[in-house]
């Protein structure tokens, strides 16, 4: 039977205020999260052929699973896996602006890192309904909806992903997504991403 659990936040629930919320934080990992993971371990109860594999091995073979399982573990496996990026993506002495290798490719790719963030920031606000934006290794931008993952459409992981369902900020910023997108800015972890950029494959 597969066990996936749920992973400890890299920092207490607060620790992201006043940008993102305790109150968020704490939902968003201690219930919607581990709502994720038990679901895609519910998912995985009576397939025993995966219960070895990992949350990115499912997600990047979803046409192996059962037709009874696949659209749970897309689902809930991408919830699971793409919060668990989520956390790390984000840090309380996050925010500014990276440095190194992945500040001058975004320079170069985007014009300035302003810009960077612009584009970004005007894909997130514009996925319809719930979804994600991601930053790909290749420094491109893409857009999933609900827990899709990229990695199911044969990609590489992203090395930066932001979550726009509402669940991720209506409580702090209602329906002003975009307030939540600006204020989100200040919690980028960009060392992790650079970490991330500087490992692609
Ligand atoms: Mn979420």
Known sequence: MSTFQLPDLPYAYDALA????????????????????????????DLPDFADKSVEWLLANLDTVPESARTQVRNQGGGHYNH???????????????SGELAESLTERYGS??????VFGDSASKVFGSGWVWLMPDLSI???????????????????GLDVWEHAYYLDYTYKRPEYIDAWWHVVNWDEVARRYEHKA
């Open 18 to 45: 006043p940008y993102i919320s305790a109150d968020i934080m704490e939902l968003h990992h201690k219930h919607h999260h581990q709502t994720y993971v038990d679901k895609l371990n519910e998912a995985l109860e």
């Open 84 to 98: 668990s990026q989520f956390w790390q993506w984000m840090s309380p002495q996050g925010g500014g602006t990276p």
């Open 113 to 118: 890192f302003e810009k960077f963030t612009e």
């Open 142 to 160: 893409e857009t999933s909806h609900n827990q899709d993952s990229p990695l199911s459409e044969g990609k590489p992981a992203p090395i930066l």
